[in-house]
């Protein structure tokens, strides 16, 4: 590397260690808490004999009992004439050589450090930094491991280290299972509720019951799957005071549609018997949220994961002024605000940003003030071009059979897909 050069890495950074390692003309000092035969190949790739070689670990029984193949590694690196030294507390994973050249971030020198998603920074001419200071004041704290002493170790732990894997199995498994079942108990909260919201629902399917699937159609020029119903989509009998009468809703509309297990959602080309389509995220180029005499644009996604802390991001930007992005966990009858994150505030257009903050409590702080944003930015279009080549449905609904419902959320029509 050239003088003054860093570089940064977000890969297995083996082969620039190697490469370090080579060069190295005085002294290579490594500080890791743990390691195993990869460090020992690393290290043998230094040139010169007269070479010094460090390693600094944390040779306590926790680390040990963790990978006790590190007791082996040690073994070999001190008869392979390397300095191993003991530190308390050390969790750096470090190489520096020459006294000036260093790599240091989270990679371990261990064969599951080099497949694992890692960073490392590489530097040089840190010869008078308070960094390297601390790293050699590491040094002389450290004490030298005794070789008599891991041979010991190494007859009595075998036991220790079965009994800690075993353990480790047990907790593995009870960790997958609490994990499952909490991420269950949500589901079975969110369906609960569903089913409570769709009871009261004035909207009933005017062909009964409707269920709904994929299946695998032939257009003018490929196949695709879209979601197929067994009656119609845009037709429903609502009930109003005791009265019942039909409701017909426009064809190819992009309405809002929930996936009640999951929560995940998306807008949907909702045709008489069939779902061709689906977006994730939308320009609402209709809708504005007013701010003093500016106007924020709303942008609406839909996140695919995590949907356990929001399934709804609000992207509110007004073009020179500020940006506010808002994270909402939305259910019918519910919604919670996840985060919000101001970017590009610009006080001499959006005034104090006391103020401004002031505006997004007063504006986005309560459920009701949520239901309002949501049914906003969620309100059912219809594209100008409508599209129809394109087809994704696929990609959302999956390979369930679903049960249709539809309910009167916020003076608007919200479909919702229930296993």
């Given at each position: 590397?050239?003088?003054?050069?860093?570089?940064?890495?977000?890969?297995?950074a083996f082969f620039k260690w190697k490469g370090m390692v080579k060069n190295a003309e005085e002294s290579v000092v490594v500080f890791t808490p743990f390691f195993n035969h990869t460090l020992l190949t690393l290290l043998g790739n230094a040139q010169s004999s007269a070479l010094s070689l460090t390693v600094i670990t944390n040779f306590s029984p926790e680390v040990l009992l963790q990978a006790p193949q590190q007791l082996r590694a040690i073994k070999s690196l001190l008869r392979a004439g390397v300095d191993v030294r003991h530190i308390d507390g050390l969790h750096a994973k470090t190489?520096?050589?020459?006294?000036?050249?260093?790599?240091?971030?989270?990679?371990?020198?261990?064969?599951?450090?080099?497949?694992?998603?890692?960073?490392?920074?590489?530097?040089?001419?840190?010869?008078?930094?308070?960094?390297?200071?601390?790293?050699?004041?590491?040094?002389?704290?450290?004490?030298?491991?005794?070789?008599?002493?891991?041979?010991?170790?190494?007859?009595?732990?075998?036991?220790?280290?079965?009994?800690?894997?075993?353990?480790?199995?047990?907790?593995?498994?009870?960790?997958?299972?609490?994990?499952?079942?909490?991420?269950?108990?949500?589901?079975?909260?969110?369906?609960?509720?569903?089913?409570?919201?769709?009871?009261?629902?004035?909207?009933?399917?005017?062909?009964?019951?409707?269920?709904?699937?994929?299946?695998?159609?032939?257009?003018?020029?490929?196949?695709?799957?879209?979601?197929?119903?067994?009656?119609?989509?845009?037709?429903?009998?609502?009930?109003?005071?005791?009265?019942?009468?039909?409701?017909?809703?426009?064809?190819?509309?992009?309405?809002?549609?929930?996936?009640?297990?999951?929560?995940?959602?998306?807008?949907?080309?909702?045709?008489?018997?069939?779902?061709?389509?689906?977006?994730?995220?939308?320009?609402?180029?209709?809708?504005?949220?007013?701010?003093?005499?500016?106007?924020?644009?709303?942008?609406?996604?839909?996140?695919?994961?995590?949907?356990?802390?929001?399934?709804?991001?609000?992207?509110?930007?007004?073009?020179?002024?500020?940006?506010?992005?808002?994270?909402?966990?939305?259910?019918?009858?519910?919604?919670?605000?996840?985060?919000?994150?101001?970017?590009?505030?610009?006080?001499?257009?959006?005034?104090?940003?006391?103020?401004?903050?002031?505006?997004?409590?007063?504006?986005?702080?309560?459920?009701?003030?949520?239901?309002?944003?949501?049914?906003?930015?969620?309100?059912?279009?219809?594209?100008?071009?409508?599209?129809?080549?394109?087809?994704?449905?696929?990609?959302?609904?999956?390979?369930?059979?679903?049960?249709?419902?539809?309910?009167?959320?916020?003076?608007?029509?919200?479909?919702?897909?229930?296993?």
């Amino acid at each position: 590397m050239a003088e003054h050069e860093v570089d940064f890495l977000a890969s297995d950074a083996f082969f620039k260690w190697k490469g370090m390692v080579k060069n190295a003309e005085e002294s290579v000092v490594v500080f890791t808490p743990f390691f195993n035969h990869t460090l020992l190949t690393l290290l043998g790739n230094a040139q010169s004999s007269a070479l010094s070689l460090t390693v600094i670990t944390n040779f306590s029984p926790e680390v040990l009992l963790q990978a006790p193949q590190q007791l082996r590694a040690i073994k070999s690196l001190l008869r392979a004439g390397v300095d191993v030294r003991h530190i308390d507390g050390l969790h750096a994973k470090t190489l520096w050589v020459d006294g000036q050249v260093v790599a240091t971030g989270s990679q371990n020198f261990t064969a599951n450090g080099r497949r694992a998603k890692e960073c490392t920074v590489f530097s040089c001419d840190h010869k008078s930094s308070k960094f390297l200071s601390e790293l050699r004041a590491w040094i002389d704290e450290s004490t030298r491991v005794d070789e008599g002493l891991v041979d010991y170790i190494l007859s009595c732990v075998d036991q220790a280290a079965r009994k800690y894997r075993a353990l480790l199995r047990e907790f593995d498994e009870d960790f997958h299972f609490l994990t499952e079942d909490y991420i269950n108990s949500l589901k079975r909260e969110r369906i609960s509720r569903m089913r409570t919201v769709e009871a009261s629902s004035p909207y009933r399917p005017a062909d009964g019951v409707l269920h709904a699937w994929l299946e695998e159609k032939e257009f003018e020029y490929e196949y695709a799957r879209t979601l197929v119903a067994d009656g119609d989509m845009t037709r429903w009998l609502k009930v109003d005071a005791g009265v019942q009468r039909l409701v017909e809703f426009d064809r190819l509309v992009m309405r809002p549609v929930l996936l009640a297990q999951s929560g995940r959602m998306a807008f949907a080309r909702v045709g008489k018997e069939r779902i061709t389509y689906v977006r994730y995220s939308v320009q609402r180029v209709d809708k504005f949220v007013p701010y003093r005499d500016r106007f924020f644009k709303i942008d609406v996604s839909f996140p695919k994961k995590d949907l356990e802390q929001r399934n709804v991001i609000i992207n509110l930007t007004c073009s020179g002024c500020a940006e506010l992005e808002l994270q909402i966990l939305f259910f019918p009858g519910v919604a919670k605000l996840f985060s919000t994150k101001i970017s590009g505030f610009r006080s001499n257009i959006a005034g104090p940003r006391s103020d401004f903050e002031h505006w997004i409590d007063e504006r986005f702080g309560t459920q009701s003030a949520l239901m309002n944003l949501l049914a906003l930015s969620l309100s059912p279009f219809q594209y100008k071009h409508l599209r129809l080549d394109d087809k994704n449905a696929e990609d959302f609904f999956g390979t369930d059979l679903y049960q249709l419902s539809l309910l009167n959320w916020e003076g608007f029509p919200l479909i919702v897909a229930n296993l």
